[in-house]
C-alpha cells in the first residue's frame, strides 16, 4: 500500500491535535507522539507563567522532534504526531530530510478553541495565550486542512478517506 508513513496534526493549542492524532494513531495501529511531551522544563515554565514561546525557546525543541521523525520513518514505524507547527519555517524544519510525512491543519476558530480552552483542566496552556498563537499562525498552503467542528471519529475517517484510503 502506498501511503504516508508518518502524520503531523497542526493547529493552535486547543483545536484537538491530541485527541484526533491520537484517535488516528489507534486506528492505524501506529505510535503516537504529543509534541507537548517533548517541551524542555523551561519552556514548560514558561507558558505556565503564560509567557509565549519565541524562535529560541522552540529551537532546541523543532530538532528533537525532526530527529523522532526522522528516526521512525528510518526504522518503518509509522506514527502520528501533535505538534502546533504555526510558521511554515518550523513545518519545513520538521519535513526537512523527511520523506513520507502528511500534514493535517485542524482549523477552526477563536471563538470555537476559547471555548474549549475555557474548559480545559490540567493543561499548562493557559486560554489567555491563545490570541499569540493565531498571531504566530501561518496557514499551510500545502496540508489536508479539517473544520475541528466535526466529531473527531469523523476527523479521523476524513483523514483515512482523503490520505491513505484515496491511494489504494
Known amino acids: 500500500m502506498n501511503r504516508s508513513c508518518f502524520f503531523i496534526l497542526m493547529g493552535v493549542s486547543g483545536s484537538g491535535k491530541s485527541a484526533v492524532g491520537s484517535a488516528l494513531a489507534s486506528k492505524l495501529g501506529w505510535a503516537f507522539y504529543d509534541a507537548d ?3 524542555p522544563p523551561a519552556n514548560i515554565a514558561k507558558m505556565q507563567a503564560g509567557i509565549p514561546l519565541d524562535d ?5 525543541w523543532l ?9 521512525c520513518l528510518k526504522a518503518n514505524r509509522p506514527g502520528v504526531l501533535a505538534c502546533s507547527a504555526l510558521k511554515e519555517r518550523y513545518r519545513q524544519q520538521l519535513l526537512a530530510g523527511n520523506r513520507g510525512v502528511q500534514i493535517v491543519y485542524l482549523k477552526g476558530s477563536y471563538d470555537q478553541i476559547w471555548s474549549r480552552m ?4 490540567g493543561h499548562y496552556m493557559k486560554p489567555a495565550m491563545l490570541q499569540s498563537q493565531f498571531d504566530a499562525l ?5 496540508a489536508l486542512v479539517m473544520d475541528i467542528t466535526l466529531p473527531v471519529d ?3 475517517a476524513r483523514i483515512l478517506e482523503k490520505t491513505i484510503l484515496a491511494r489504494n
Open 37 to 39: 511531551d517533548f517541551h
Open 138 to 142: 501561518e496557514e499551510p498552503q500545502d
Open 63 to 71: 530538532i528533537a522532534l525532526q530527529a523522532l521523525i526522522s528516526s
Open 118 to 121: 475555557a474548559t480545559r483542566a
Open 154 to 156: 469523523e476527523i479521523v
Open 56 to 60: 529560541a525557546d522552540r529551537a532546541p
